[in-house]
């Protein structure tokens, strides 16, 4: 028999509360977290004082300009905002029922897949549902997945370290990364004889942050092979910077090879006729073991899978994809 006595309905917790809780935690202010949710910063305070003394615990310290969360207010926001964002899908799933729509969903992606597997499946999926709304959001894998554990992102193409708590995590492999170096179209590299480790780690190098996976891995490369890792160097992580720079400058710098042909494609890059050895971890298809799929998700998933056998010749399990919600 189900249980309805649950600890929430005990405390009479409201969704009014849990609006605060997030609103605080992102304006850092009690009043202009009610002002965001349009009440009084007495009712405000009541509503969060209620909520503390049903929990037995305080959410927030108050501070001199401002509050900040416990650690019981962490895990109290975090929780908030999944039950939140599930309210949110129930309801943009009953209006696009009723008006015809097909829902919406949020893919997160790193930089390579971005450009390389993205494009095809979103043209596939609008082929085929042209009022699904979808949300693509680039960024590093660690921002990535901190959004899907918050439900802020339905589906990731990305990669897992050991630092990430796997639990609730499916992960489906999809490829290794590949990286190789670029220079501007008519750099004095591509005049001469194929150039060797030795040849380029003198040169000047846009590079990855220090603290990233890729820049350890190229640092590393060098210092492997009995050389110094270069010194002359532009730390960015920004992909337009460093396009433009290698345009202006003989500089080098190191990207994946998907991101690579992108730009050589189109004129503004050439990869360097050397191979690097040094590449970055595989990636793959990240979704919740603990949240169902809203039906646009499935559509979005099962495209991905499609178009991956096309860009990777990579070939996924899609008889799971297609379990009722």
Same mark, same amino acid.
């Given at each position: 028999?189900?249980?309805?006595?649950?600890?929430?309905?005990?405390?009479?917790?409201?969704?009014?509360?849990?609006?605060?809780?997030?609103?605080?935690?992102?304006?850092?202010?009690?009043?202009?977290?009610? +002002?965001?949710?349009?009440?009084?910063?007495?009712?405000?305070?009541?509503?969060?004082?209620?909520?503390?003394?049903?929990?037995? @615990?305080?959410?927030? +310290?108050?501070?001199?300009?401002?509050?900040?969360?416990?650690?019981?207010?962490?895990?109290?926001?975090?929780?908030?905002?999944?039950?939140?964002?599930?309210?949110?899908?129930?309801?943009?799933?009953? +209006?696009?029922?009723?008006?015809?729509?097909?829902?919406?969903?949020?893919?997160?992606?790193?930089?390579?897949?971005?450009?390389?597997?993205?494009?095809?499946?979103?043209?596939?999926?609008?082929?085929?549902?042209?009022?699904?709304?979808?949300?693509?959001?680039?960024?590093?894998?660690? @921002?990535?997945?901190?959004?899907?554990?918050?439900?802020?992102?339905?589906?990731?193409?990305?990669?897992?370290?050991?630092?990430?708590?796997?639990?609730?995590?499916?992960?489906?492999?999809?490829?290794?990364?590949? @990286?190789?170096?670029?220079?501007?179209?008519?750099?004095?590299?591509?005049?001469?004889?194929?150039?060797?480790?030795?040849?380029?780690?003198?040169?000047?190098?846009?590079?990855?942050?220090?603290?990233?996976?890729?820049?350890?891995?190229?640092?590393?490369?060098?210092?492997?092979?009995?050389?110094?890792?270069?010194?002359?160097?532009?730390?960015?992580?920004?992909?337009?910077?460093?396009?433009?720079?290698?345009?202006?400058?003989?500089?080098?710098? @190191?990207?994946?090879?998907?991101?690579?042909?992108?730009?050589?494609?189109?004129?503004?890059?050439?990869?360097?006729?050397?191979?690097?050895?040094?590449?970055?971890?595989?990636?793959?298809?990240?979704?919740?073991?603990?949240?169902?799929?809203?039906?646009?998700?499935?559509?979005?998933?099962?495209?991905?899978?499609?178009?991956?056998?096309?860009?990777?010749?990579?070939?996924?399990?899609?008889?799971?994809?297609?379990?009722?919600?």
């Amino acid at each position: 028999m189900t249980n309805y006595m649950h600890w929430f309905l005990r405390a009479r917790l409201k969704t009014r509360q849990l609006l605060l809780l997030v609103a605080i935690a992102e304006e850092g202010n009690i009043h202009r977290a009610a +002002e965001a949710l349009n009440m009084t910063q007495p009712a405000a305070s009541k509503l969060l004082k209620d909520l503390e003394e049903a929990l037995e @615990v305080s959410l927030f +310290e108050r501070l001199p300009r401002g509050m900040r969360p416990t650690w019981y207010g962490d895990t109290m926001i975090r929780h908030a905002r999944v039950a939140l964002s599930s309210l949110n899908q129930a309801h943009e799933e009953l +209006e696009a029922a009723k008006s015809g729509q097909f829902g919406q969903v949020n893919v997160g992606a790193i930089t390579a897949p971005g450009l390389a597997l993205l494009p095809p499946t979103v043209a596939l999926v609008k082929r085929e549902h042209p009022n699904l709304q979808i949300a693509l959001h680039i960024e590093t894998s660690d @921002v990535l997945i901190e959004r899907l554990n918050q439900g802020k992102l339905d589906i990731l193409v990305a990669r897992l370290f050991a630092r990430h708590d796997k639990t609730e995590l499916r992960y489906e492999m999809l490829t290794d990364e590949p @990286v190789c170096a670029v220079a501007r179209p008519g750099h004095p590299l591509f005049s001469g004889p194929t150039p060797g480790l030795r040849d380029i780690a003198e040169a000047g190098w846009i590079v990855p942050l220090a603290g990233s996976v890729l820049r350890h891995r190229f640092d590393l490369m060098f210092q492997e092979d009995g050389l110094q890792a270069p010194t002359n160097v532009i730390e960015t992580a920004s992909l337009m910077f460093t396009t433009k720079m290698l345009q202006q400058s003989d500089m080098l710098s @190191v990207v994946a090879t998907d991101v690579a042909r992108y730009y050589a494609d189109h004129g503004l890059l050439a990869i360097l006729p050397m191979a690097l050895p040094c590449q970055m971890d595989a990636f793959g298809i990240i979704t919740r073991r603990d949240r169902l799929l809203s039906p646009a998700a499935k559509v979005m998933l099962r495209s991905l899978k499609t178009t991956a056998i096309t860009v990777y010749g990579k070939t996924l399990d899609t008889t799971a994809d297609d379990a009722a919600p």
